[in-house]
């Protein structure tokens, strides 16, 4: 199967209006592309993949489609999957990062 996802993009939380279940979804979606560090036993995300909170699409993921593709092929392919088989939104984003859930309780 062949995707045409690229550039920085917004996977909005909201599905006509409504919030897309099951709530930790972000967290599961870029759980697929984080590594283990062995010596820690810390999760690291994805610098291409990350959980976001926007104000206009609710808790959602923030995604270098680009940069996935090229890094991260195998995850490319799931997010890609993942956002067609339910239909999610996709918010174009032209240099403008969404802020961290921390970010924006803390503002």
Request: aromatic share 12%; proline share 6%; net charge neutral.
């Amino acid at each position: 199967m062949s995707y045409h996802f690229a550039g920085r993009m917004l996977i909005s939380g909201l599905v006509n209006g409504q919030k897309f279940r099951p709530s930790n979804w972000p967290e599961r979606m870029c759980e697929v592309g984080a590594t283990r560090d062995p010596i820690k036993g810390i999760m690291r995300y994805s610098p291409h993949l990350n959980i976001a909170l926007d104000n206009d699409h609710g808790y959602c993921v923030h995604v270098n489609f680009d940069a996935l593709a090229q890094y991260q092929p195998e995850t490319f392919k799931y997010v890609c999957w993942f956002v067609e088989s339910n239909q999610l939104n996709l918010v174009a984003q032209n240099n403008v990062q969404a802020k961290a859930p921390t970010e924006a309780l803390a503002a």
